[in-house]
């Protein structure tokens, strides 16, 4: 004969826990309660303290075609060329492809910085980071260039309605964080 069960009933020999799978698992779901608003506000203020602290720092404007010291080191003219877009550059066929060439002569130390950003000073006012990671191109940047001179050189690749002028802006590591915006043309 079989035994005909009712649905929630327990096996014969097995014990029902009470409170069931909220109760198991209680101490999880606390530390997931906390833990993630936690997380969440650590990431925010780390990121708003980061921005808060760039926003701070006021460019230093160079003049067209000028060099400037900072940190013992010479820092440009910033120069442009345009490039020809071909159909071995993975971008769009309308689009503008240029190289900006930044001159730097370190002094007796290896300088620092961050690859330079292009600014559209005039129409929309966007701004580009540079592009060798996407052209597949081996960019110079500061990173371990030691005390000879080199250039730092830049693509970007600008959508066809960019208007100059343009403007670079070259963050530059030393005791106390500058950016320099060194103009390179239209």
Not at 4 to 25: A, C, L
Not at 50 to 58: D, G, Y
Not at 106 to 122: K, R, V
Request: with cysteine; glycine share 10%.
């Amino acid at each position: 004969m079989s035994e005909v069960r009712q649905e929630g009933s327990v096996r014969p020999g097995r014990r029902r826990r009470p409170g069931g799978w909220w109760r198991r698992n209680a101490a999880a779901l606390v530390a997931l309660a906390l833990l993630v608003p936690a997380t969440f506000g650590i990431i925010s203020s780390n990121e708003a303290s980061t921005n808060a602290t760039r926003a701070q720092i006021v460019p230093i404007e160079v003049e067209w075609g000028q060099t400037y010291d900072y940190a013992g080191t010479t820092w440009g003219p910033a120069t442009v060329e345009e490039l020809p877009v071909t159909d071995e550059h993975d971008i769009p066929q309308d689009a503008r492809l240029i190289e900006v060439t930044i001159p730097v002569v370190p002094g007796d130390e290896e300088p620092g910085c961050f690859p330079p950003t292009l600014l559209e000073t005039g129409g929309e006012q966007r701004q580009w980071d540079q592009s060798g990671i996407l052209l597949g191109w081996n960019t110079t940047s500061c990173a371990l260039m030691g005390t000879e001179p080199f250039d730092i050189v830049a693509p970007f690749v600008l959508p066809p309605d960019a208007e100059g002028p343009f403007v670079v802006d070259l963050e530059l590591v030393a005791d106390a964080p500058a950016i320099l915006r060194l103009p390179v043309g239209d």
